[in-house]
Each structure stands twice: as C-alpha cells, then as structure tokens.
C-alpha cells in the first residue's frame, strides 16, 4: 500500500488538546524514543476534532519537537495531514488513518498568524 498524505480542512473544525503531549516510543521495553529524520524527538498530542454538526472525534497527532500546549487548550494543527495504513497480525488485517501536523500550537496564536 502506499502511503499518500491527505490534507485535512482545519478550517472547518475545532481542536482541543484532551491528552497532554508525551514522546512516541519505539520501544516500550527500551523507553526508546523515536526520532524525525533530523533527530528531533516526535511527539503525540491526544486532540478531539469538532465539525460544526457538533459531532467530535479523537485523533492522535504527531509532530516533531514537543508543542507547547496543555491539557483542555484549544489548540491548531499546522499542516495537518492523515496517512492511510493497514496491517496483518496473525492473520487478521487491520487499518486506520494516522494524522502529522507540522506543528501543533495554542488556537489564540494561529488566530493571531
């Protein structure tokens, strides 16, 4: 499967930070922690999505180096993107969508940019 990035329409939702940012790990056993291709460490920021329906959904955004926000900010994903991936384990498959921003920063500065 390759491995497409889709633009996602920041515009039309509305993020909250519902999980404070913490460093993706490669290796649960090592504490190893992954790195982008220039050694900067990436970080996971747990994010609910809002449409104006008022429909909400969480998401797991990476981005590399730790954003500067905190639990319950309202915050902007720059950049957002999604990527398709699918997996077999054990013979069953298995697939989602993972989202990358660019950055990840507090609503009040982005509406300031």
Excluded at 4 to 27: S, W
Excluded at 66 to 75: A, F, I, R, S, Y
């Amino acid at each position: 499967m390759r491995n497409i990035p889709i633009p996602v329409d920041t515009a039309k939702l509305q993020f909250v930070c519902v999980a404070a940012p913490r460093p993706r790990l490669l290796n649960k056993d090592t504490g190893e922690i992954k790195t982008d291709k220039n050694g900067t460490p990436v970080y996971e920021v747990a994010l609910s999505a809002i449409n104006s329906a008022g429909r909400i959904e969480l998401i797991r955004v990476s981005t590399s180096g730790e954003p500067p926000v905190t639990l319950g900010m309202p915050v902007h994903p720059v950049d957002l993107v999604g990527f398709v991936w699918e997996q077999t384990r054990n013979g069953e498959v298995r697939w989602g969508i993972s989202y990358r921003a660019a950055s990840i920063v507090p609503a009040e500065v982005s509406a300031l940019a």
